[in-house]
T-cell receptor
Framework: RKEVEQDPGPFNVPEGATVAFNCTYS??????FFWYRQDCRKEPKLLMS???SGNEDGRFTAQLNRASQYISLLIRDSKLSDSATYLC????????????FGTGTRLQVTL | DVKVTQSSRYLVKRTGEKVFLECVQD?????MFWYRQDPGLGLRLIYF???????EKGDIPEGYSVSREKKERFSLILESASTNQTSMYLC???????????FGQGTRLTVV
């Protein structure tokens, strides 16, 4: 089983739709969680951290479910500019600062 | 803003050459990382460093080595480049363990 898993997609949604991605992780001792956005042929950029109580940043909401070991990202009112690959990242804990990434979920927002 | 700078955007090298990829960060971050990214495989950690002269193997260290002589600089070395090392290489840094990482713009390396 991979340490961090994501559905690769693509998710094709119309503008204005709500879309959600999940990311599962294998290590229950994982300490911190993040969502990154990556545009084609560019570097990943931090979208948001994921906090235990859940957090929101404009149209984006991130949640953590420790019991089931997954994090989620919800995008409301999708824009064309949201088209990208979304990567989850998990710090596995155990004293190491190693950040492990999922393979990413591709989102395509269409007119 | 955090700035992570990689020395080259594109690099073409011959099989057997020794290759140096340089990365510099300007925010006094403790941790630095080297990943490679390949289609379908995602980002895979090669090596990371949590302090000057300290390094730890990641998931795919074979064929690579690293050097961190100064806090702001982390170098990835391909001792003898091979065609299966053709990839996008991404450097990242983070302030502490468990904090978010910031990436450089990437180096697309082609080994011919």
């Amino acid at each position: 089983r991979k340490e961090v898993e994501q559905d690769p997609g693509p998710f094709n949604v119309p503008e204005g739709a709500t879309v959600a991605f999940n990311c599962t992780y294998s290590n229950s001792a994982s300490q911190s969680f993040f969502w990154y956005r990556q545009d084609c042929r560019k570097e990943p950029k931090l979208l948001m951290s994921v906090y235990s109580s859940g957090n929101e940043d404009g149209r984006f909401t991130a949640q953590l479910n420790r019991a089931s070991q997954y994090i989620s990202l919800l995008i409301r009112d999708s824009k064309l500019s949201d088209s990208a690959t979304y990567l989850c990242a998990v710090n596995m804990g155990g004293g190491a600062s190693k950040l492990t990434f999922g393979t990413g979920t591709r989102l395509q927002v269409t007119l | 803003d955090v700035k992570v700078t990689q020395s080259s955007r594109y690099l073409v090298k011959r099989t057997g050459e020794k290759v140096f990829l340089e990365c510099v960060q300007d925010m006094d971050h403790e941790n630095m990382f080297w990943y490679r990214q390949d289609p379908g495989l995602g980002l895979r950690l090669i090596y990371f460093s949590y302090d000057v002269k300290m390094k730890e193997k990641g998931d795919i260290p074979e064929g690579y080595s690293v050097s961190r002589e100064k806090k702001e600089r982390f170098s990835l070395i391909l001792e003898s480049a091979s065609t299966n090392q053709t990839s996008m290489y991404l450097c990242a840094s983070s302030l502490y363990a468990y904090t978010e990482a910031f990436f450089g713009q990437g180096t697309r390396l082609t080994v011919v």
